[in-house]
Antibody, heavy 125, light 108 residues
Framework: QVQLVQSGAEVKKPGASVKVSCKAS????????IHWVRQAPGQGLEWLGI????????DYAQNLQGRVTMTTDTSTTTVYMDLSRLRFQDTAVYYC??????????????????WGQGTLVTVSS | ESDLTQSPGTLSLSPGERATLSCRAG???????LAWYQQKPGQAPRLLIS???SRATGIPDRFSGSGSGTDFTLTISRLEPEDSAVYYC?????????FGGGTKVEIK
């Protein structure tokens, strides 16, 4: 079955960086694009960006431009989200989520049919 | 950025009752690019509805979506205890893809 399994919880200091991984299985990795979404404690959901595992194309939310980098490793079917210069407000659960696309590569619908289990990133001094 | 306003904030109903959740957009969508998700405590959200009215695989038919333009609705026709959750709408009409603030459904 389609699965996204994320790395474990992280605690970081302000100004540090964090890299969260998301291993995909159960489908052809390069046929589906991956987004990242975060949820601050007790809050709603915020879209962070998207990556196409086929060619590495990315599109990031404007408010994170310059701090977020998304990459993929097709040999291990893993997607990574790197967030730098962490702030207290970056404390959140980070989810990788699959875009269902249109059933063929290089297509996207921009909603999310499969979610990872989430990774809690805590920024604390 | 497209704002989505969900109402009510909380809905408290009994099993078997009908729940009607609203999601209103700040501007009209060119297409019905709206999804609904269910999130239970401690879990990741789950896709219920896409394209305003298409049920996702495995979603019971008591969940239905409707609407167009700026006004969208998620209806749960006969509430069951396991429907207790927070429900979010999400627009994918334009980037950045935004979510509403959520409606909490409590089962009495």
């Amino acid at each position: 079955q389609v699965q996204l399994v994320q790395s474990g919880a992280e605690v970081k200091k302000p100004g540090a960086s964090v890299k969260v991984s998301c291993k995909a299985s159960g489908y052809t990795f390069t046929n589906y694009q991956i987004h990242w979404v975060r949820q601050a404690p007790g809050q709603g959901l915020e879209w962070l960006g998207i990556i196409n595992p086929k060619d590495g194309w990315t599109d990031y939310a404007q408010n994170l431009q310059g701090r977020v980098t998304m990459t993929t490793d097709t040999s291990t079917t893993t997607v990574y989200m790197d967030l730098s210069r962490l702030r207290f407000q970056d404390t959140a659960v980070y989810y990788c989520v699959r875009d269902p696309g249109l059933g063929r590569p290089d297509t996207r619908r921009n909603y999310f049919d499969t979610w990872g289990q989430g990774t809690l990133v805590t920024v604390s001094s | 950025e497209s704002d989505l306003t969900q109402s009510p904030g909380t809905l408290s109903l009994s099993p078997g009752e009908r729940a009607t959740l609203s999601c209103r957009a700040g501007h009209s969508f060119s297409s019905n690019y709206l999804a609904w998700y269910q999130q239970k405590p401690g879990q990741a959200p789950r896709l219920l509805i896409s394209d305003a009215s298409s049920r996702a695989t495995g979603i019971p038919d008591r969940f239905s979506g409707s609407g167009s333009g700026t006004d969208f609705t998620l209806t749960i026709s006969r509430l069951e205890p396991e429907d207790s959750a927070v429900y979010y709408c999400q627009q994918y009409d334009s980037s950045p893809f935004t979510f509403g603030g959520g409606t909490k459904v409590e089962i009495k």
